[in-house]
């Protein structure tokens, strides 16, 4: 199991849970306003080595919802292959979440926000986000 409570970068009960790369202003901003049990993992060089991953997750526990979130510079379709890998690893653990995507860039892109990858995983997940420089929401 590599969700453990213990490798969790925030306290249970967290009612702000930042994720945010060192040295870069790219940042999400879960605001967890009802105190439900949530969970932060740094997942790329962290919970997961050597292979392809988004770089944090952030779960509810309580309304079983799971946040994969990437900060990217410019290559968003990358961040696609980056969900997948980082879904190979752990959706066996995530039974009963609702998984939702987010991507935070440093610069707007339109051709690669509607290029065809993107487009593509959009229709299938239905809960693909892109916001340039902050994404805050309540979880």
Not at 71 to 83: H, M, P
Not at 100 to 117: C, D, L, P, W, Y
Request: with cysteine.
């Amino acid at each position: 199991m590599l969700l453990t409570p213990n490798k969790s970068k925030c306290k249970i009960d967290a009612k702000t849970i930042v994720s945010k790369d060192t040295n870069s202003d790219r940042k999400h901003i879960a605001e967890n306003i009802n105190l439900n049990n949530v969970r932060q993992y740094q997942l790329d060089g962290d919970i997961i080595k050597y292979e392809k991953s988004c770089d944090f997750l952030v779960l509810n526990d309580d309304s079983k919802n799971a946040f994969f979130i990437e900060l990217k510079g410019r290559n968003v379709s990358e961040a696609i292959s980056q969900f997948e890998g980082a879904m190979l690893k752990i959706k066996s653990e995530l039974s009963g979440y609702s998984l939702k995507f987010r991507i935070i860039t440093s610069k707007s892109n339109t051709h690669e926000i509607n290029g065809s990858k993107v487009i593509g995983f959009k229709k299938r997940y239905k809960t693909l986000i892109i916001k340039t420089k902050e994404l805050k929401e309540k979880i």
